[in-house]
């Protein structure tokens, strides 16, 4: 992970709910090993339970450092004012390979198909952000070339912005 992160306020409280879970859940498995160490007798090598605890904490605690460096380098997207192209924010109405659908578009980590609501930096919103009502793109999403006609742009979400 590395560069800018960008997130709408939801997003960003979103990530830092994140982050506390993923501090309680560390605190927690730290707080296991003395006891488990113990339980497991005196010879760590042999102690497949104190194993299994520390590869859990190094995965949390990867989790929680991937969290927090998304969190350092996150950069907060208000709701756009205007709707003359498609950025994080906006809700896009397309037609791709014939197929109508809308989608609003998210910030990063925020993607929720069920709700058609994408991230910025998916194959499909990276195709279309920047682009205007009335424009076609051509690209390749899933190795597979695809065409998108832009009818629409238009507010997103009401939660989108708010906290």
């Not at 992160?5 to 707080?31: C, H, M, P, S, W």
């Not at 919103?125 to 051509?138: C, I, N, W």
């Not at 695809?146 to 009401?158: M, P, Q, S, V």
Request: glycine share 10%.
């Amino acid at each position: 992970m590395s560069g800018k992160f960008y997130f709408t306020r939801r997003g960003i409280n979103k990530l830092l709910k994140e982050v506390e879970e993923l501090e309680k859940k560390l605190q927690d498995l730290q707080a296991q090993t003395a006891h488990v160490a113990e339980v497991g007798g005196d010879q760590w090598h042999d102690n497949a339970s104190y194993e299994l605890l520390v590869i859990d904490i190094r995965g949390m605690d990867r989790r929680l450092s991937d969290a927090r460096q998304a969190l350092n380098n996150a950069t907060l997207v208000e709701v756009p004012s205007s709707f003359d192209k498609v950025t994080i924010g906006t809700r896009v109405r397309i037609i791709r390979d014939g197929e109508e659908m809308t989608w609003e578009i998210v910030g990063f980590g925020e993607s929720d198909p069920d709700n058609n609501m994408l991230a910025y930096n998916t194959p499909l919103a990276s195709l279309v952000m920047g682009k205007q009502k009335g424009e076609v793109v051509v690209g390749t999403i899933a190795g597979r070339q695809t065409e998108i006609e832009i009818l629409e742009i238009t507010g997103g979400g009401e939660d989108a912005g708010s906290s």
